[in-house]
């Protein structure tokens, strides 16, 4: 009687690994606020990004987001607003409202709440207590997935996004920005910044903070070659920070600490 048992648990074991998969599902959709989000836009960026799954009136969900949430908190104190996080209901029918309250109530300040995830849900290999994926990079990829999530899976994320932000600095743009460094780091009155450029590129160069919000425009001009720009952050207070280079719809950041 055991060995059915034992071969349908196995099969289970061997659908559920079939279904993992090693890149993203895009969504375009507005959160519970009204304010349009698209993953993949979110990744291109070189964001890092988190995805809870939850099951409504679950007693084991919350505990896991806010754990993963303050694992997140700490390391953007190295990566300042480059890791984005969404809470999603498992089916189609948990409304926003619902989702909304269950963000609020839980104390999960770092996710953003959406609706309707039974598509993901399904592409990510089904519902666990909870589904948790982690993604980055431009090409979409899985960093971390789990359907059974343990305390020490909080580890292997942060590992996984300390080797993904240390390889992702100028990947995304390196056809265009051969260097891109910030110096003195840590700082206090003024920084410089230099570029090597291949090509003619119109840059924005901005500071933002841990939240991701943008605290100062160093520059949005086209240039080319070799770029020095003198910067004064004097204005700043002392904490943690990104300098950020777009150019051509991507990003990439050099972290700064400010000092006093």
Same mark, same amino acid.
């Given at each position: 009687?055991? %060995?059915?048992?034992?071969?349908?648990?196995a099969l289970m074991?061997?659908?559920?690994?079939?279904?993992?998969?090693?890149?993203?599902?895009?969504?375009?959709?507005?959160?519970?606020?009204?304010?349009?989000?698209?993953l993949?836009?979110? #990744?291109?960026?070189g964001?890092a990004?988190?995805i809870?799954?939850f099951m409504?009136?679950?007693g084991?969900?919350?505990? $896991?987001?806010?754990?993963?949430? *303050?694992?997140a908190?700490?390391?953007?104190?190295?990566?300042?607003?480059?890791i984005?996080? +969404?809470a999603?209901p498992?089916?189609n029918?948990?409304?926003?409202s619902?989702?909304?309250?269950?963000?609020?109530?839980?104390? #999960?300040?770092?996710?953003?709440?959406?609706?309707s995830?039974?598509?993901q849900?399904? +592409?990510?290999?089904?519902?666990?207590?909870?589904?948790?994926?982690? &993604?980055?990079?431009?090409?979409?990829?899985?960093?971390?997935?789990?359907?059974?999530?343990?305390?020490?899976?909080?580890?292997?994320m942060?590992?996984?996004?300390?080797?993904?932000? /240390?390889?992702?600095?100028?990947?995304?743009?390196k056809?265009i920005?051969?260097?891109?460094?910030?110096? $003195?780091n840590?700082?206090?009155e %003024?920084?410089?910044?230099?570029?090597d #450029? %291949?090509?003619?590129s119109?840059?924005?160069?901005?500071?933002?903070?841990?939240?991701? *919000?943008?605290?100062a &425009?160093?520059?949005?001009?086209?240039?080319?070659?070799?770029?020095t *720009?003198?910067?004064?952050?004097?204005?700043l207070?002392?904490?943690n920070?990104?300098?950020r280079?777009?150019?051509?719809?991507k /990003?990439?950041?050099?972290? &700064?600490?400010?000092?006093?």
């Amino acid at each position: 009687m055991r %060995k059915p048992i034992y071969l349908f648990i196995a099969l289970m074991f061997v659908i559920t690994i079939s279904k993992a998969q090693t890149t993203a599902m895009n969504f375009i959709k507005k959160d519970c606020n009204g304010t349009m989000h698209n993953l993949f836009a979110d #990744l291109d960026a070189g964001n890092a990004v988190l995805i809870h799954f939850f099951m409504p009136n679950c007693g084991s969900c919350p505990p $896991p987001a806010q754990k993963i949430q *303050k694992m997140a908190n700490n390391m953007m104190g190295k990566y300042p607003g480059k890791i984005k996080a +969404y809470a999603i209901p498992y089916n189609n029918s948990t409304t926003c409202s619902y989702a909304s309250t269950w963000v609020s109530s839980n104390g #999960l300040s770092l996710y953003t709440a959406l609706d309707s995830g039974a598509a993901q849900v399904s +592409y990510y290999g089904g519902f666990g207590m909870p589904t948790v994926v982690m &993604l980055g990079g431009t090409d979409h990829k899985v960093l971390f997935s789990t359907l059974s999530f343990s305390t020490s899976d909080t580890t292997i994320m942060r590992n996984a996004l300390n080797t993904f932000f /240390s390889t992702s600095v100028i990947n995304d743009v390196k056809n265009i920005v051969s260097t891109f460094n910030v110096f $003195p780091n840590p700082a206090n009155e %003024k920084i410089t910044i230099t570029i090597d #450029l %291949k090509q003619s590129s119109t840059l924005m160069i901005d500071i933002i903070d841990i939240a991701g *919000k943008q605290v100062a &425009l160093v520059m949005n001009e086209k240039q080319t070659g070799i770029l020095t *720009k003198e910067f004064n952050i004097s204005a700043l207070p002392s904490g943690n920070y990104l300098v950020r280079l777009q150019v051509n719809g991507k /990003s990439v950041t050099q972290k &700064l600490d400010i000092v006093r």
